[in-house]
């Protein structure tokens, strides 16, 4: 008697889930360009593809590999925690790639009059169990008022107000020696290698790296005119080297004393500008908008920018200061354009919640942790384009749920599919029954079955 597992359907649904995606977009080539090669055993391409849907098949890597037959996976643990454990596969590069090519499907649905931006944000990543992780940090959580173990990921990515795509990301360790619980597991730095750069990376200030992350997608689909910030990365000295490196910068402003503009000749902070000048009265959108100059010791040319003062909707008496070095954008652009860098915020929600970036391996490698959170973005990257693709009025999230409760139903017609060939053939070799007789027994068999059940099946399938 054959022995029928789900399990096996299960695994199909997410190849298959993923497989159209995979091809479109020529991943095998993109895994061959950033060194992702097979060296013996089981091709790159299968690890990667059993990873990006690891996550819609409801379960988790020990439980599917344990329950799964050879048939349906042919490698173990090991082998996807020594991909994983690559040193030498450029991740990054592997997310740009594959971003870029998306957003140039995307852009065909965009319309040329929508401003495009670019996203950079951060957002903890926690590792507050773990002890031997490669670089571990202590970092402070200013949202929850409390220090953790982990890194802090740092993320870069396009929107058009509608759409986000991650482009790249660099996963930072804390650069205080005394706040680093564990050291480099390299024995020996090469400056040449790539395992190097990417741990000397992660212990340069983030100002830094916002820039080298800025320069990487120059004369790529991915670049945009605007980059947009929140208060952390809006000092004079940030907002002058990304004008340097090409862009402009919508970004809210810290009331920080230290962080001064000049203004009608004057070096003033934010608060003393607005305390100075007279305000708009009625139900306008901002308060106050002066044009300053934006000046830093670092620098020897100074450069023009808007700052727009927009009511606080959570205390009205309390007021927003927004920046933009485009002084050409007027007062509701500037608003508007600020608004789109909410989409970032959903998008670390997801990633976390709905795609397991903190629990679902507990590597200690630092190889491994870039490597997985590649592979999260990436399957950002494909529930973002269905959901644009689609027309679909759900939020990422809610796409998310919905894609887990259709694998299970393809799962279950998978399962009634090979029972059904299973026993006609079996009426075939041991009954010689006709080919009429046995597709009539098996007609009337599902006609049998509850109406719920063969809603899920189909009429095609009760033709067979």
């Not at 849907?53 to 173990?76: A, H, P, Q």
């Not at 075939?428 to 006709?434: F, I, K, Q, R």
Request: glycine letters at 4%; a positive charge.
């Amino acid at each position: 008697m054959t022995t029928i597992t789900n399990e096996r359907y299960e695994i199909n649904a997410v190849s298959k889930c993923c497989e159209r995606f995979i091809k479109r977009f020529k991943v095998n080539k993109l895994l061959r360009k950033v060194n992702a090669t097979k060296e013996k055993g089981v091709p790159a391409y299968d690890i990667f593809a059993f990873l990006l849907g690891l996550v819609f098949s409801g379960k988790n890597l020990y439980t599917l590999l344990s329950s799964s037959s050879k048939e349906t996976v042919t490698f173990g643990k090991d082998v996807i925690y020594r991909f994983l454990s690559k040193a030498f596969i450029n991740w990054n590069a592997f997310l740009l790639y594959l971003s870029c090519s998306v957003i140039t499907d995307v852009n065909i649905l965009t319309s040329d009059d929508r401003k495009t931006a670019i996203i950079i944000d951060d957002t903890p990543y926690y590792r507050n169990r773990s002890k031997k992780v490669e670089l571990l940090s202590k970092f402070y959580d200013h949202s929850e008022k409390r220090y953790y173990r982990g890194f802090t990921l740092l993320t870069m990515g396009w929107t058009d107000g509608q759409t986000f795509m991650p482009i790249d990301f660099r996963v930072v360790a804390n650069s205080d020696e005394k706040k680093l619980f564990e050291g480099s597991h390299i024995k020996k730095n090469d400056n040449r290698t790539l395992a190097t750069k990417r741990r000397d990376d992660a212990r340069k200030e983030k100002p830094k790296l916002v820039i080298d992350m800025l320069k990487s997608v120059k004369g790529t689909p991915a670049e945009a005119k605007y980059v947009l910030f929140d208060s952390w990365f809006s000092s004079p000295s940030s907002l002058l080297s990304v004008n340097k490196a090409g862009y402009r910068v919508v970004s809210r402003l810290k009331n920080n004393k230290n962080f001064k503009f000049k203004y009608e000749g004057k070096m003033l902070p934010i608060n003393k500008i607005f305390a100075i000048n007279k305000k708009r009265r009625g139900m306008s959108r901002y308060l106050l908008s002066v044009t300053v100059e934006v000046c830093h010791k670092d620098f020897e040319k100074s450069i023009p920018a808007k700052i727009v003062y927009v009511r606080d909707k959570n205390n009205r008496k309390k007021w927003i200061a927004l920046i933009s070095t485009d002084t050409a954008l007027g007062e509701d652009e500037i608003i508007a354009l600020y608004g789109k860098r909410w989409d970032i915020e959903p998008f670390h929600k997801v990633i976390k919640s709905c795609l397991h970036l903190e629990k679902e391996f507990q590597v200690r490698s630092y190889d491994a942790i870039v490597a997985h959170t590649a592979i999260v973005m990436t399957r950002y990257v494909f529930l973002s384009l269905e959901n644009r693709e689609n027309k679909d009025i759900r939020s990422v999230n809610e796409g998310f749920r919905m894609l887990c409760d259709e694998l299970e139903d393809i799962s279950f017609i998978g399962a009634i599919e090979l029972i059904i060939s299973v026993f006609k053939q079996r009426c075939l070799d041991y009954l010689h029954l006709s080919k009429e007789k046995i597709n009539a027994a098996v007609g009337c068999f599902i006609s049998c079955l509850p109406c719920y059940i063969r809603d899920r099946l189909g009429f095609s399938l009760c033709e067979s």
